[in-house]
């Protein structure tokens, strides 16, 4: 029970400490393109680019880039690696990932939004014999997402994807559901879970009970975004296996042109 009751404390504080600064700034109004590891069918802005960075367990640091091109269409990349924080030898990612998507169909007041892309970042530490991530990366996926007016905004996404990396011979089709939840104009609350069905056999990370992800973001100022989130909570790794992975998640996006 102990170890609940600080994830709770670590939300709390996160809170208090937003709250205590002042949240200022315009409502948040930039599409995530993911909640906390799942894509969703959100799509960075014509114009605008969009800088982020995931400080994660052991060290592991992601930054990414993302542009926005054209209408409905974002592509960048993101690179990083473990031991980044703390001591003892870097251990950098093999490539840096690309990343692009496409939006094929707007969302409407019947229909949700279709998003279809690419990306190759996974998360957490790689492992060179396995050639994964600790975490496989989307690979290619369609994205669903439809947002409806409850007690403020609920949004609930569903994707599914095939990681193309991966030497342990699960690559089978995924899928993964999640939501977001406004609190006031400037806070919201993330879940998913990662049904990770390519990561489930007797030669993978993955123990077959998938991936349970909560985090909150709130914004601090015109595209501005911090967030903390909690991975793994049904304890699915079979490796350095603790409930919940703290992380922290920043980003920020503006307009270039």
Known sequence: MKKYFNFIAVFILFSMIIKAQ??????????????????TAGILQKGFVGVS??????????????????????????FGGSNIIGTGDIEWYKLPALNARFRVLNETEKIPAFTIGFDSQGKGKYYEDENRYQI?????????????EFLG???IHATANKSL??????KDFNFSVGLEKT???????????????NDNDSTSIGDGNGYLN???????????????????LLENKKINSFAADRAIYIEYIQPIF
């Open 22 to 39: 002042g949240i200022a700034g315009e409502d948040a109004k930039y599409e995530y393109r993911s909640l906390l590891d799942m894509p």
């Open 183 to 197: 609190i006031q104009d400037k806070i919201s609350l993330v879940a998913e879970y990662d049904f990770a069905v």
């Open 153 to 155: 905004y609920l949004s």
């Open 136 to 148: 496989k990366s989307p690979g290619f996926f369609l994205a669903a997402s439809k947002t409806f």
């Open 214 to 232: 909560v985090g909150v973001r709130m914004s601090v100022g015109d595209g501005f975004t911090i967030g903390l989130d909690l991975r793994d």
């Open 53 to 78: 960075v995931n400080s994660m367990p052991e060290g592991v640091l992601i930054s990414k880039l993302e542009v926005g091109v054209f209408e409905n269409f974002c592509f960048g990349f993101s």
């Open 165 to 170: 990396e991966g030497d342990d011979g699960d």
